[in-house]
């Protein structure tokens, strides 16, 4: 048995499934040449593909912040403290 939050969920992603923008409105990159418009879960998707970053990425930027807060240590004369990850 589903709990209000999953169900609310569902519903949420039914709602996506009924909304459709027409492919005049959408760049390029979005539109679906086989039909007249898109849904909006699917526009969702295609938005978090473009945004995604891959976790190679995400992981050199991390790294990039932590050796920015030690060099900031070590410019400052203070004792490394080292982030955990």
């Not at 949420?12 to 979005?30: A, G, M, R, T």
């Not at 998707?45 to 990039?64: G, H, L, P, T, V």
């Amino acid at each position: 048995m589903k709990n209000g939050y999953e169900l609310l969920a569902d519903m949420e992603q039914l709602l996506k499934d009924c909304i459709y923008v027409s492919n005049e409105c959408l760049p390029d990159d979005f539109k679906d040449h086989r039909t007249d418009g898109v849904t909006l879960r699917t526009l969702e998707y295609k938005c978090n593909q473009r945004d995604a970053i891959s976790d190679f990425e995400q992981a050199r930027q991390e790294r990039a912040i932590r050796v920015e807060f030690y060099a900031d240590d070590i410019a400052n004369g203070r004792e490394i403290n080292y982030i955990m990850k």
